[in-house]
């Protein structure tokens, strides 16, 4: 069974930074897309980073040079640095893992999500 767990999200100034980490159980993050989603009230769902078996990364203009997406493989961890972050960074934030080695950011090719984690910032 997989189960992804996100840890380190909370309440910062605009700004400063985050580091957000997802360990993941019963998956072998070396073989695919893993990635990063954030929801925030009455909005879309978004995809904010992406990094695919070949270690690629992929992110939306929104968080290009601010959100550096990365993985330990040995730990099976995922990680999301965030930087320079703004208000409107504000969301639920949650990790996701896929079965393709490539990486499509829509929240139809990512079978499996985290429990999400809240992150804040404030003006």
């Known amino acids: 069974q997989v189960q992804l767990v996100e840890s380190g999200g909370g309440s910062v100034q605009a700004g400063g930074s985050l580091r957000l980490s997802c360990a993941a159980s019963?998956?072998?993050?070396?073989?695919?897309?893993m990635g990063w989603f954030r929801q925030a009230p009455g909005k879309e769902r978004e995809g904010v980073a992406g990094i695919n078996s070949y270690n690629s990364t992929v992110y939306p203009d929104s968080v290009k040079g601010r959100f550096t997406i990365s993985k330990d493989n040995a730990k099976n961890t995922l990680y999301l640095e965030m930087n320079s972050l703004k208000p409107e960074d504000t969301a639920m934030y949650y990790c996701?893992?896929?079965?393709?080695?490539?990486?499509?950011?829509?929240?139809?090719?990512?079978?499996?999500w985290g429990q999400g984690t809240q992150v804040t910032v404030s003006s």
């Open positions: 019963g998956y072998t993050s070396s073989s695919y897309c």
């Open positions: 996701v893992a896929s079965l393709n080695r490539y990486c499509y950011m829509r929240s139809q090719y990512f079978s499996y």
